[in-house]
Structure formats: structure tokens, C-alpha cells
């Protein structure tokens, strides 16, 4: 199972097939600086998506490809691909792709 996460400001849009839905934390993870720069909020937020979709059972974890919408002009720093791999894995993805577009 494929799932997409688009990462903007204070919001993920997580879409699986023609199902779609969008997340906002309870507290906010975009900072000035960064697209995510407090983790624990874009986690559960995140988590919260995948769970929502249905995208977790016993021997089921979506392969997760994560695209940054915003912030990243010249491409993503090896931080902040780094952050966003950790991000998916977290969240419970069995594989995570970072799609910069």
C-alpha cells in the first residue's frame, strides 16, 4: 500500500487511492526557519492520517512517500530529508520516499 503526505505549514494532507484527508496538530510543528521543526507534533499528526486511512493491521504498513509543498527552494538539506525519513518511519511506515517537486 502506497500513501502520500504532503507536508505544509501546520498541516499534512495524507491521500491513498481516491481517499484523502487533511491533519492539523494540536500544537503547531512549523517554525519560522523550518517545515518541521517540532517533531513530536508532525508525528502524531501524522500518525493520526495513517490511522484515519486505515493504513495499519496486523501485517499491514503503507510505504509512505513524503512531499514537502513548501520551504524547500534548491532542494531539502541532508537534515531535513533526514528529518522527514525519521518523520514516516515513526508515524509506522515500512519504507519512506521523500518527493521533492
Not at 501524522?46 to 486511512?53: D, F
Amino acid at each position: 500500500m502506497e500513501v502520500i503526505a504532503q507536508i505544509y505549514p501546520d498541516r499534512i494532507v495524507v491521500s491513498h487511492g481516491s481517499q484523502q484527508q487533511t491533519f492539523s496538530p494540536q500544537a503547531p510543528f512549523t517554525t519560522r526557519r523550518l517545515l518541521v521543526g517540532n517533531f513530536a507534533p508532525a508525528e502524531q499528526c501524522l500518525k493520526a492520517g495513517l490511522r484515519q486511512l486505515g493504513c495499519f493491521g496486523l501485517f499491514k504498513r503503507p510505504t509512505l512517500v513524503i512531499q514537502p509543498m513548501v520551504m524547500c527552494e534548491g532542494g531539502l538539506s541532508e537534515v531535513e530529508e533526514r528529518c522527514l525519513m525519521e518523520l514516516g518511519l515513526s508515524a509506522g511506515a515500512r519504507h519512506v520516499r521523500i518527493q521533492v517537486g
